[in-house]
């Protein structure tokens, strides 16, 4: 598998990484198949949905934040309980077509890092699927 | 990958598509494996769930409505944002087994689509891994 | 295939089964790939979160007990309409790689069943993909 890192900037927020794992789909073994994206992290996750006005992705990541709230009574003591109801909810992992080193989305679709325990520095693994 | 079309009838809907999957698996290169199951839009998702009882996908989709609104003080103005959200939850994507032409699924367990913003007429690829 | 039984204690639960994974990556094909983890029911689910503080997998299932209500004026006259809608919203199928008889996860990362609607003895199936 290869892997690359993203610093995100904020608490919250969905990032765009459709073009940076296109750019790397030439380093795979086969130009064409599917490729597994995986986050090794527990409180982020990975999506695909529009990535053409960036309202949606805010309007998603907000109302998240909203019905999650960062403060809820929660035991962790770390005080990130949220980011991790989040991620389970969203998911770390993905399988996703690709063809001539580009994803095989649809026309508005995009892959999202969600962020949410923010700002930090993510890994995230590319690994070819037959 | 091959494709077939569905047509959604109503605003929010889960529809089940598991025959249709399952008459079109002999379409695919091999008779068992893992089937990739997939639709290239953003307002809509799959899910696996129970068939059996029709009231369990009314009961989830009743849900979803009522915690995640139509009109919610969005930003997208397309007006579909609680769309997008539910399909960021639910996904996407679904992998799944089977074996001599048939999906290899629990008991009570069937593929559906859930329409999050029809009625529209809604595309599914299948491609198989492995 | 192959597969082993997980018997839950409760109603709702998250149980961390990494162990009991990675014990049986022996017996399929190859010793690195990829492993198809799936359970053949519709009211409990498989998720990848922190198992380092029992604390995260407690907020985690106790949010979604707060948020979905076991009586939530639901239709399906089992009862426990509440465990779909969880089962739903987290996903009953998984995806990841393994090394050397050993899931590759990240540091704090382990795979849970999420029980929804216990106790039951539950049934997960291992598949390995290429």
Redesign the interface.
């Known amino acids: 598998?290869i892997s690359f890192s993203v610093n995100t900037g904020e608490r919250n927020r969905m990032i765009d990484i459709t073009e940076m794992i296109d750019s790397r789909l030439g380093s795979l073994e086969n130009t064409s198949g599917?490729v597994?994206i995986?986050?090794?992290?527990?409180t982020c996750a990975l999506?695909?949905?529009?990535n053409y006005?960036p309202?949606?992705s805010?309007?998603?990541i907000e109302?998240l934040q909203k019905?999650?709230p960062e403060k809820?009574g929660?035991?962790?003591?770390?005080g990130n309980?949220d980011a991790?109801?989040k991620?389970?909810?969203?998911?770390?992992?993905?399988?996703?077509?690709y063809d001539e080193n580009k994803l095989?989305?649809?026309?508005?679709?995009g892959v999202f890092l969600c962020e949410f325990d923010g700002p930090r520095k993510r890994t995230i693994?590319l690994?070819q699927?037959?």
Chains 1, 2, 3 share one sequence.
């Open positions: 598998m599917f597994f995986f986050v090794p992290h527990t999506t695909v949905n529009e006005d309202d949606v805010a309007d998603i109302f019905k999650i809820g929660y035991r962790h003591r770390e309980s991790h109801i991620a389970a909810l969203i998911g770390t992992t993905l399988l996703l077509p095989s989305l649809g026309r508005w679709q693994y690994g699927i037959s």
